[in-house]
């Protein structure tokens, strides 16, 4: 079973380049959202999704745009990469929200440097 | 401020010593799930508790919500070197998405 899949798993990007961070999921789960991972700082909320067509905010947005055209694919894009971004992206899906009750599944990782 | 306060943030140990680890904040949760993450993985689920007071049992681990749903433990008796990794508490918050604490990096010499 696949789960949720992240590509690329390293990219190196230059100040100003934009790029898109693919998240796939195969378990045709509604909910599914993007994390940064910084040390120290546990995971911090980008953009999330409860279905198709909706996208919001979470707490470090900024930077970053999302959007939900299929249950199955939610693309995270950087639109101008700055030094700041460089951290680890994980994308998350389940099958309900929140926590009570429900398993999120968290895909391996995007390790994003922005030099 | 962060919503979760993890403690220790970092904690070395020997194989076969016991261990705990703290989630904390002064806002009250209707559940709180532990999380381990091994190096260049993403987080696996360990446990959900929902009820204040409540001890769940997951082989050597052991986990504690407290009485005002505020806070909770993770005990681990008699570590070892796979218990290694990064464990994180979180809780509902956002449009019921997660939020994160800090973390507890662990790691268990042979």
């Known amino acids: 079973n696949a789960g949720v899949t992240q590509t690329p798993k390293f990219q190196?990007?230059?100040?100003?380049?934009s790029m898109t961070l693919q998240?796939?999921?195969?378990?045709?789960?509604?909910?599914?959202?993007w994390y940064r991972q910084d040390p120290g700082m546990g995971l911090r909320l980008i953009h999330y999704s409860v279905g198709a067509g909706i996208t919001d905010q979470g707490e470090v947005p900024n930077g970053y745009n999302v959007s939900r055209s299929t249950t199955e694919d939610f693309p995270l894009r950087l639109l101008?990469?700055?030094?700041s971004q460089t951290s680890v992206y994980f994308c998350a899906s389940s099958y309900k929200r929140g926590s009570s009750g429900n398993t999120i599944y968290f895909g391996e990782g995007s390790w994003l440097t922005v030099v | 401020t962060q919503l979760l306060e993890q403690s220790p943030?970092?904690?070395?140990?020997?194989?076969?010593e016991?261990?705990?680890?703290?989630?904390?904040?002064?806002?009250v949760f209707s559940s709180l799930q532990w999380y381990r993450q091994e190096p260049g993985e993403g987080p696996v689920l360990l446990v959900t508790v929902v009820t204040g007071g409540e001890v769940k049992k997951l082989k050597r681990l052991t986990?504690?919500?407290?009485?005002?749903?505020?806070?909770?433990?993770?005990?681990i008796?008699?570590?070892?070197?796979?218990?290694?990794?990064?464990?994180?508490?979180?809780?509902d918050n956002a449009g019921n998405m997660l939020t994160f604490g800090g973390g507890t990096r662990l790691m268990v010499k042979p």
Request: proline letters at 3%; hydrophobic letters at 35%.
């Open chain 1, 80 to 83: 101008s990469a700055a030094p």
């Open chain 1, 12 to 17: 190196v990007l230059k100040t100003g380049q």
């Open chain 2, 18 to 27: 016991n261990l705990t680890v703290y989630c904390n904040s002064s806002s």
């Open chain 2, 9 to 16: 943030q970092f904690l070395s140990i020997q194989e076969g």
């Open chain 2, 63 to 75: 986990f504690q919500f407290g009485d005002a749903r505020k806070d909770s433990s993770l005990h």
């Open chain 2, 77 to 91: 008796t008699a570590a070892q070197p796979g218990d290694t990794g990064l464990y994180l508490c979180a809780v």
């Open chain 1, 23 to 33: 998240c796939a999921q195969d378990m045709n789960h509604e909910y599914m959202s």
